[in-house]
C-alpha cells in the first residue's frame, strides 16, 4: 500500500457555509419540527441567524484598480438550454435573466498562467488544486450571494482533445474520443458557469512533454477553451474560464537562499490565490455588465 | 489552550492496542498539576482546558478532585478560567465519581469498542478477559447522569466488521457524542479497509435515517468529514496542529506537543519544557514547522485540504515521522470522503431542517440544548 495523491476530486453537492449563509432565510424556513413548535425556539433561530448574517456580512468587491488587460471580446451563441436542477440559490431568477445564448466572458488576465517543470528549471511553478481553487472561486462568488451548488454540468457541444496516456501525446493516428466539457462549477437555475484550467488541465488539453521539461501553459489553454464555447458551445449562460495564474519559487533569487521550499512555496500559492481572486472579481463585474446579477 | 495532564502511567486495564501501555512510574504530584494549571492560565486568554489523562487517570482521583478544586481557587482570584473533562476506561467510574463530575463540570469521556464482540477483543482487564459485561453498566450509568459525554470508540481490522451494528448498539444505549477513530499502528490490508468501506456505507445509510428522524448525534468522522467542506477555508484552522493547541503534561511535570510523545521522555528531542520553565518556545515552533511541512505526496492532492494528514502525532505513530503520511491513512480518507459527501448531498438535496441547522448554523450547539432543555420542562 502507498500514498498516493488524488488527482482530481469532484466538488461535493451541496454547498460550504459562506455560501447558504448569503441566503440566511434557508435556515429560518427550514426549522426542525419540534423547533417550529416551540415559539421561543423559532424566536432564539431568527435572532442567531440574523447575528450570524450581520457577523457573516460581507461588502462586495470593489473594482479592480487595474482593469484587466487584453481582455477580448465577448462572443454570443444560440444555444439549448440545460434543464435546472436541485440548487443552493434563493431561486430562480426571471427567465428574461437567462442570456438568450451562451455569452462567453473574456479571460481576466491576472498572473501569465506559465511555468515549467523538469531537470534545468530554475523557477519552479506552485500549482493551485482544482478544489483550493473552487474554494476561493465560491467565497468570492458568495459575497455577490451567487452560489454555484453545481459541479461537472456538461456542456453540449463542447469536447475536448483526448491525450493517449500510453505515448503522453496528443492522439493523432486513431480519431480522438471526445471528451463532452463538464464545468466545475453551475447554477443552472441563474444561468451561470465557471470552468477553472489547472496545471493538470492544461497538460490534458495542451498534451505532455516528451522532453524531461514539461510546460505549462494554464492561460493559454483557457484562451482555447473559451474560444472553444464561444464556437461550439450549446449551453444557455453567462460562461467563465478562469485558469491557475501559477506562481513561482525563483531559485535565482538570493534571498531564496536557506529558506524552506515550504516557506518559499507557500508564499507562492498565497500570490497565486490573490490572482484568482482578482480574477474571480472582474468576473463580478462583468456579470453586472451583462446584466446577470 | 488544553493541557492533557498524564496523571499516571498505570492502568488498571490491558488493552492491547494502547499507544501508551501502562508502565512503572511515579502519579504526577499535586504541585505539578497545580504549577501546570498556572501555566495554563498564564496563556493567551487564560481560558484553559484540562484533560485529565493517563494510563486511567481516575486511579488518582483524589489528584482530579485537588486540582479542580485548586483550579476553582485560582478563578476566585480572578487567575484564568478552566474547563475540565476526564479520559476515563470506566472501570472506576462511580456514582460518587459521577457526581463530583457533575458538581465541577467535569466532562466525562469513556472509551467502549461497542458490541460484546468488538469490546472484549481489544479492551481486556487486568486479568486478560473481557470488559464488556464489566462495563457495559458504567457506560449506561454515565449516559444517564451525563448524557452529553463522549464515547470514544477504536476500531481494529478485526473489529471493523463490526463497526454498524457497534454504533448502533451505543446510539441505542443513548449515546449522543460518538467518536469513532482508527487504531493506525495495527495492520490494515486492502482487504480489511474494504470492510471497514463497507461498514462506513451502512453506517452513511444509517445516519440519513436517523436524521430523517431527527435524531441529534455527534458522529466522527462523518461530522470532521463534512465540515472539512461546510466550514471551507475555516476548516484549515479546526485541523489538529501539533502543540499549537493543545499540551500534554507527562507525570514529570515535563511537556509535549501531543499525548503520544510522552512516552519519548523528557530527554528526546519532543520535550517542549516542563511546567517550572514553561514552554520552549522555539522547541514547539521546531516541532511545528516540520509536521507542517507539506507532505510529498500531497502536493498535489485534490483533497489534501480536507484530508487529515496535518495530525503529526499519527503521523508519528504510524510512521515514525511526524511529517510522513501513512499509506493507511491516505488510503482511508479517500475512501471515507466520497460515502461522506454523498450523505451531505442527500440531506441538503432533501433539505433536510436538521442537517442544515446542525451544519451550517453556528449557533447550533447552543439551540439544541435550549431544544433539549424545552422539551424536558415540557414532558
Known amino acids: 500500500m502507498k500514498a498516493r495523491p488524488v488527482e482530481r476530486y469532484e466538488t461535493p453537492a451541496y454547498p460550504t457555509r459562506v455560501e447558504l449563509m448569503a441566503s440566511p432565510g434557508w435556515l429560518r424556513d427550514n426549522l426542525p419540527p419540534s423547533w417550529r413548535a416551540n415559539l421561543e425556539m423559532a424566536g432564539a433561530v431568527a435572532l442567531f441567524v440574523t447575528l450570524g448574517t450581520l457577523g457573516c456580512e460581507q461588502r462586495p468587491p470593489a473594482a479592480p484598480a487595474n482593469p484587466p488587460v487584453q481582455a477580448t471580446q465577448p462572443a454570443v451563441i444560440q444555444v439549448a438550454s440545460v434543464p435546472p436542477t436541485a440548487s443552493g440559490t434563493p431561486g430562480p431568477a426571471p427567465e428574461s435573466r437567462l442570456p438568450a445564448a451562451a455569452v462567453v466572458a473574456p479571460i481576466f488576465q491576472h498572473g501569465d498562467g506559465r511555468g515549467a517543470t523538469g531537470c534545468v528549471v530554475v523557477a519552479p511553478p506552485v500549482f493551485l488544486s482544482e478544489e483550493e481553487a473552487l474554494q476561493i472561486i465560491r467565497e468570492e462568488l458568495a459575497r455577490v450571494r451567487l452560489s454555484l451548488p453545481q459541479s461537472k454540468v456538461p456542456v453540449p457541444g463542447v469536447e475536448l482533445p483526448a491525450i493517449d496516456d500510453e505515448i503522453n501525446t496528443p492522439r493523432r493516428s486513431a480519431p480522438p474520443s471526445p471528451q463532452q466539457l463538464k464545468v466545475d462549477a453551475a447554477d443552472t437555475v441563474r444561468g451561470v458557469a465557471v470552468e477553472f484550467v489547472s496545471g493538470q488541465d492544461a497538460l490534458a488539453m495542451q498534451g505532455h512533454s516528451m522532453s524531461s521539461v514539461q510546460g505549462f501553459d494554464t492561460r493559454g489553454a483557457a484562451e482555447s477553451l473559451a474560444k472553444s464555447v464561444r464556437e461550439t458551445g450549446r449551453s444557455k449562460m453567462y460562461f467563465g474560464v478562469l485558469y491557475d495564474p501559477i506562481s513561482h519559487v525563483d531559485f535565482r533569487d538570493p534571498s531564496t537562499q536557506g529558506r524552506p521550499w515550504e516557506e518559499m512555496s507557500k508564499e507562492a500559492k498565497d500570490a497565486s490565490r490573490k490572482l484568482l481572486r482578482e480574477q474571480v472579481q472582474d468576473f463580478v463585474q462583468w456579470l453586472r455588465t451583462q446584466g446577470a446579477l | ?379
Open chain 2, 1 to 379: 489552550m488544553h493541557l492533557t495532564l498524564h496523571l499516571t502511567p498505570s492502568c488498571n486495564m490491558r488493552c492491547d492496542y494502547c499507544y501508551a501501555p501502562p508502565q512503572p512510574g511515579e502519579a504526577m504530584s499535586e504541585a505539578t498539576a497545580a504549577r501546570a494549571l498556572q501555566l495554563g492560565a498564564s496563556i493567551g486568554s487564560g481560558s484553559c482546558g484540562v484533560i485529565f489523562f493517563g494510563g486511567e487517570p481516575l486511579l488518582q482521583r483524589d489528584l482530579i478532585e485537588a486540582t479542580v478544586s485548586h483550579a476553582r481557587a485560582l478563578e476566585r482570584q480572578g487567575k484564568g478560567r478552566f474547563h475540565f473533562k476526564a479520559t476515563t476506561n470506566g472501570l472506576l467510574l462511580d456514582d460518587a465519581f459521577l457526581e463530583f463530575a457533575v458538581r465541577e463540570e467535569v466532562l466525562v469521556a469513556m472509551s467502549f469498542d461497542g458490541v460484546r464482540e468488538a469490546q472484549d477483543r481489544h479492551r481486556k482487564l487486568a486479568d486478560g478477559t473481557g470488559s464488556y459485561d464489566v462495563l457495559l453498566s458504567r457506560l449506561v450509568r454515565l449516559l444517564e447522569v451525563r448524557p452529553y459525554s463522549s464515547v470514544l470508540l477504536v476500531v481494529s481490522p478485526d473489529t471493523a466488521p463490526l463497526l454498524s451494528q457497534s454504533v448502533q448498539l451505543l446510539l441505542e444505549l443513548g449515546c449522543r457524542y460518538l467518536v469513532v477513530s482508527l487504531d493506525h499502528a495495527a495492520g490494515w490490508s486492502e482487504q480489511s479497509l474494504g470492510v471497514l468501506q463497507e461498514q462506513y456505507e451502512r453506517l452513511a445509510k444509517l445516519y440519513v435515517e436517523w436524521t430523517r428522524a431527527g435524531r441529534k448525534f455527534y458522529l466522527s468522522p462523518f461530522e470532521v468529514k463534512l465540515a472539512s467542506h461546510i466550514h471551507g477555508s475555516e476548516y484549515r484552522k479546526e485541523r489538529c496542529e501539533l502543540g499549537r493547541r493543545q499540551v500534554s503534561v507527562a507525570p514529570d511535570g515535563s511537556l509535549y506537543p501531543c499525548v503520544q510523545f510522552t512516552r519519548a521522555g523528557r530527554d528526546s528531542a519532543w520535550c517542549i519544557g516542563d511546567v517550572q520553565r514553561g514552554i520552549d518556545e522555539p522547541a514547539r515552533a521546531a516541532i511545528r514547522m516540520r509536521a507542517e511541512q507539506q507532505k510529498e505526496p500531497c502536493r498535489s492532492c485534490a483533497i489534501e485540504s480536507r484530508c487529515n494528514n496535518t495530525c503529526g502525532c499519527l503521523n508519528w505513530q504510524s510512521t515514525g515521522n511526524v511529517n510522513v503520511v501513512s499509506p493507511v491513512l491516505c488510503r482511508h480518507e479517500q475512501m471515507l470522503l466520497p460515502i461522506v459527501d454523498k450523505v451531505g448531498a442527500q440531506l441538503y438535496q432533501a433539505r433536510n431542517p436538521l442537517f442544515l441547522h446542525k451544519h451550517y448554523n453556528p449557533a447550533f450547539p447552543v439551540l439544541s440544548l435550549l431544544d433539549d432543555a424545552s422539551r424536558f420542562d415540557g414532558g
